[in-house]
């Protein structure tokens, strides 16, 4: 089955850099790769998503690449602000199964 | 726009007792989900439903019942609770066609989080 790493498990700027997120799978098959947010005490919120159609996706400060051959795919995060801390789960999928997460990414952003 | 819900949002209970945590959505979604939450592990898939009546095993389904009659509901039950069980509890639902050749998961919109201790 399907298996997604994720990394780095903890992550800390400072306001206004940027932060990059990494995420590697295993199964050639899957093909939908969805990005969550959670905040504290919440459930996750989907932020951004790609499609193994498509190489990169941008939505105002945050975009995602996705890598095929490699299997890999990124998260982006430009001119942070204390309001992007949070932890981000990156996911993927084949269709016809669920999605598998990968363990998580603590990001702080320190003003 | 109720959209999706969960009850309760905290439980305490003991080891042995039989627990049902419930999950409500306003969007008439085919698909629902269960997951735990746990440090170290992320977001783990128990059980997940296509449809009404249609249910399956996600990666860590021991322990677990589910039921789908309604659409729009989709309870999960601890037979006999242990403490291992203790987690976050997540319910999520999306929205898939189920025409050929897409019958996967797509976004999922997740629910508030049961908070589940068993001592």
């Known amino acids: 089955g399907e298996n997604v790493e994720q990394h780095p498990s903890t992550l800390s700027v400072q306001e206004g850099d940027s932060a990059v997120i990494k995420c590697t799978y295993s199964?050639?098959?899957?093909?939908?790769f969805p990005w969550y947010k959670q905040e504290l005490g919440k459930g996750p919120q989907l932020i951004i998503d790609?499609?193994?159609?498509?190489g990169e996706k941008k939505d105002q400060r945050i975009a995602v690449t996705l890598n095929k051959t490699a299997k890999h795919f990124s998260l982006h995060i430009t001119e942070t602000q204390p309001e992007d801390s949070a932890v981000y789960f990156c996911?993927?999928?084949?269709?016809?199964?669920?999605?598998?997460f990968g363990k998580g990414t603590t990001l702080s952003v320190s003003s | 726009d109720a959209g999706i819900t969960q009850s309760p949002r905290y439980k305490i209970t003991e080891t042995g007792r039989q627990v049902t945590l419930m999950c409500h959505q306003t969007?008439?979604?085919?698909?629902m989900f269960w997951y735990r939450q746990d440090l170290g592990h992320g977001l783990r898939l128990i059980y997940y439903?296509?449809?009404?009546?249609?249910?399956d095993k996600g990666e860590v389904p021991d322990g677990y019942v589910v039921s789908r009659s309604k659409t729009e509901n989709f309870p999960l039950t601890l037979e006999s609770a242990t403490r291992s069980q203790t987690s976050v509890y997540f319910c999520?639902?999306?929205?898939?066609?189920?025409?050929?050749?897409?019958?996967?998961?797509?976004?999922?919109?997740f629910g508030p989080g049961t908070r589940l201790t068993v001592l």
């Open positions: 999520a639902s999306s929205e898939v066609p189920l025409q050929r050749g897409n019958r996967g998961a797509d976004t999922q919109y």
């Open positions: 199964d050639s098959a899957s093909n939908y």
């Open positions: 790609i499609r193994s159609n498509v």
């Open positions: 996911a993927a999928s084949e269709a016809g199964t669920a999605l598998i």
């Open positions: 969007w008439s979604h085919s698909y």
């Open positions: 439903s296509a449809a009404a009546d249609i249910t």
